[in-house]
């Protein structure tokens, strides 16, 4: 999204000239400055004017004027809102351009994501491709891969990033998009890599086939990075002319590196005892599931040890797991102990929590966190409903802890995007849904509304109140049995229609139709544990442990440390870097917390169903 933000004023000095093409329009004012030209106000004004007093299509040709050089002017607001009721059948060709270029960069600055897509989707410009110069088919193609990058639309954005790759002359602008393709392979998981590495076989060999080749390395077998360095040298040995031979992605170039430094001895520094027991086994057994699955495919495993971290101080046994060899640690589970750790300058090996701890501003030297945290879950809530094109939010949350931390943390992302919360309410318990949603949608306004008109005009009426109409979507957080109630209370207010976008709390983790039928429609996300029925790991711990409920996340995120440790230092350097786990898409920030990306779902017919990435209006939930 901030790539998006910031290519609002992308072509706008370029655009001038173009403003001109074919007209005796002024000509703009050149500031003392040298760097940009501008037009006055006298001279967009005498533009509008031309349009007022002209018939179509010279009409659309002087208003398309007037909002080039307010979208020269760096007014991109106004520009907008003077292409909006623009016709663009009425304009030519050039003009046709001019205004794709103009009007999709407005609404890229507008956050207006599906308006821009159509724009840039138009059927007529696909006609325009052959007989544009390479100043306007550039920034065109630039918006066009980051658009669909941003809606999750990956493989399109990777086929205008090659095609950028033939319109590029300047070096650093080439490994720019070399990079962002890069990047935007590394959003797609295994399987949806392997599926376009083999469509793209079917033709010539071909610069695609041999991107989705690398990634297709890059993503298979993440546990042997032995096995990954073998197979990337036959890659470029394969081919020997492709751009990536000349420049391996940041992160492969790490491989090496990684391979001599992989530890020899791991502690997993977990309680074993204590409330907290019950989640460190859950956490440990997860781990050794995907350590033993890793061993029987003939990856290279550590030995690792197990250190009891509610048996006196952390700092006593963290020392004990050193002094005994650990050369790396994973734990602890408990926050505090975190964030008795992130209290230190540096720790002696590198160190991934599986927790977060409260301190923020002060990172530790080689102490990693990682963890399922609500407030991650809400963050990335609040994109997909402001991408969807959402900006007026009401919240509904439970009267929990950790639901006042999920709504907060929502509320938080949400006006950092520029979003609205109208209402934010809370029910106790399974308390009296009807009211609190009923006051939150102001239908007691309505119907006052109502009974001031009778009073006014002396005489009954029928009358069917109306919910707020300024709000457009709500965000809940709940358990399953209460979110079974609020979907249907919604609708017995009046709301029926208005989009639900939940934590993943409503979900128990099994699909049962009967109960919650009730739920259909609620979007949440969730992880992809849920929705991966045949991941050999996963398997593997139900067959020992059966299903237990809140602890299925907890092995999850057992499986995924073992993934992460030896990826630590890549990670850390490549923060484009995705490794899709039983957790979600997991990346790391410059404080070395990892960051997790979960699956979305929606229920239908009372069973959660995946959704794609990014929902548009034409593309219903439920």
Not at 31 to 52: C, D, K, V, W
Not at 365 to 378: H, I, K, P, R
Not at 498 to 513: E, F, Q
Request: proline residues 5%.
């Amino acid at each position: 999204m901030t790539l998006l933000r910031k290519s609002g004023r992308l072509a706008a000095a370029g655009l001038i000239g173009l403003v001109l093409y074919g007209c005796s329009s002024p000509q703009p004012t050149d500031n003392s400055s040298g760097q940009a030209q501008h037009f006055t106000q006298a001279e967009i004004r005498q533009m509008l004017t031309q349009a007022q007093s002209a018939a179509s299509p010279q009409r659309e040709h002087f208003l398309l004027q007037a909002a080039a050089a307010m979208h020269a002017n760096g007014e991109l607001h106004k520009a907008h809102n003077l292409l909006t009721p623009l016709d663009p059948d009425q304009l030519s060709n050039d003009d046709f351009v001019l205004y794709t270029l103009i009007y999709s960069d407005t609404a890229l600055a507008e956050q207006s994501y599906f308006l821009a897509q159509r724009i840039l989707t138009n059927p007529r410009l696909n006609q325009q491709w052959q007989r544009l110069p390479a100043e306007q088919e550039i920034p065109l193609r630039e918006r066009r891969a980051t658009l669909f990058s941003t809606l999750g639309e990956t493989a399109a954005s990777i086929q205008e990033r090659l095609l950028l790759q033939s319109l590029l002359q300047d070096p650093e602008m080439l490994r720019a998009n070399q990079e962002a393709l890069w990047q935007s392979l590394m959003t797609m998981d295994e399987a949806e890599i392997d599926l376009r590495r083999k469509q793209a076989k079917q033709t010539a060999k071909n610069e695609l086939q041999g991107w989705y080749e690398l990634a297709a390395i890059s993503k298979h077998n993440p546990s042997d990075l032995q096995q990954q360095l073998q197979q990337v040298n036959r890659w470029i040995a394969r081919w020997p002319e492709h751009p990536a031979s000349f420049n391996l992605p940041a992160d492969l170039q790490l491989l090496q590196q990684l391979v001599n430094e992989q530890p020899r001895q791991v502690a997993l520094l977990l309680p074993q005892q204590g409330s907290l027991a019950r989640a460190g086994r859950a956490v440990r057994d997860g781990f050794m599931a995907a350590y033993f699955n890793a061993r029987q495919n003939g990856a290279r495993v550590p030995d690792v040890r197990f250190y009891d971290s509610a048996k006196g101080d952390i700092y006593s046994q963290y020392n004990r797991a050193v002094a005994d060899g650990a050369e790396l640690i994973i734990g602890p589970l408990d926050k505090q102990m975190v964030n008795l750790l992130s209290q230190q300058k540096d720790l002696p090996v590198p160190t991934l929590a599986v927790n977060y701890s409260d301190q923020s501003a002060e990172t530790t030297d080689n102490l990693f966190q990682f963890g399922l945290s609500t407030e991650d879950e809400a963050s990335q809530t609040a994109q997909r409903a402001w991408i969807e094109g959402h900006r007026y939010a009401l919240i509904l949350t439970n009267d929990s802890s950790w639901s006042t931390r999920s709504a907060d943390a929502f509320r938080n992302a949400w006006e950092a995007l520029g979003g609205k919360v109208l209402n934010r309410s809370s029910f106790a318990g399974s308390g009296d849904y009807s009211n609190v949603i009923r006051s939150a949608l102001q239908i007691d306004n309505s119907q006052k509304r109502a009974r001031d008109l009778r009073a006014q005009i002396g005489r009954s009426f029928e009358f069917e109140p109306r919910r707020r109409q300024d709000a457009d979507f709500l965000y809940l957080v709940a358990t399953p049995d209460q979110a079974r109630q609020v979907k249907p209370t919604l609708a017995f207010h009046y709301a029926s229609d208005l989009p639900v976008y939940a934590s993943s709390h409503i979900y128990t983790g099994s699909n049962d139709p009967k109960l919650d039928r009730d739920m259909d429609g609620i979007r949440f996300s969730t992880l992809p544990w849920f929705f991966d029925s045949e991941d050999a790991v996963r398997k593997s711990i139900l067959r020992e442990a059966g299903s237990s409920g809140s602890f299925e996340k907890l092995y999850a995120l057992g499986a995924d440390s073992f993934q992460i440790y030896p990826r630590l230092k890549q990670l850390q350097v490549t923060p484009y870097l995705r490794l899709h786990g039983l957790t979600g898409a997991l990346s790391m920030n410059d404080k070395g917390l990892i960051e997790r990306e979960q699956v979305w779902a929606t229920m239908k017919g009372g069973s959660a169903r995946s959704l794609p990435r990014v929902v548009s209006d034409s593309q219903p939930g439920s």
